[in-house]
Nanobody, 113 residues
Framework: QVQLVESGGGLVQPGGSLRLSCVAS????????VAWYRQAPGKQREFVGV???????KYVGSVKGRFTISRDNAKNTVYLQMNSLKPEDTAVYYC???????WGKGTLVTVSS
């Protein structure tokens, strides 16, 4: 099974930016789509966005225009660029190979002044 590792989380002020990375243990050229999810304290895990093999993306409405997902197949990595962060974006962020049970363990993003 493909192993996924998220990184890049941390503490950021409202309006700031972070870039998260999801590195796979093997080639992702044939592994797609890859999705990002998040789980805020006391809430259910929710879908954030997904990137397909051709780089096409879809996002949940709350992050449209602020978050961008991209992929670098040569590096076996999918990125989540987060701009204009809001306190409500605070959550543990996870990546997942869509349609499978391959999840990373998550990286914590805290947005607070």
């Amino acid at each position: 099974q493909v192993q996924l590792v998220e990184s890049g989380g941390g503490l950021v002020q409202p309006g700031g930016s972070l870039r998260l990375s999801c590195v796979a243990s093997e080639s992702i050229a044939r592994i797609n789509p890859v999705a990002w999810y998040r789980q805020a304290p006391g809430k259910q895990r929710e879908f954030v966005g997904v990137v397909g093999s051709g780089g096409g993306t879809k996002y949940v409405g709350s992050v449209k225009g602020r978050f961008t997902i991209s992929r670098d197949n040569a590096k076996n990595t999918v990125y989540l660029q987060m701009n204009s962060l809001k306190p409500e974006d605070t959550a543990v962020y996870y990546c997942r190979i869509s349609g499978t049970d391959s999840w990373g363990k998550g990286t914590l993003v805290t947005v607070s002044s």
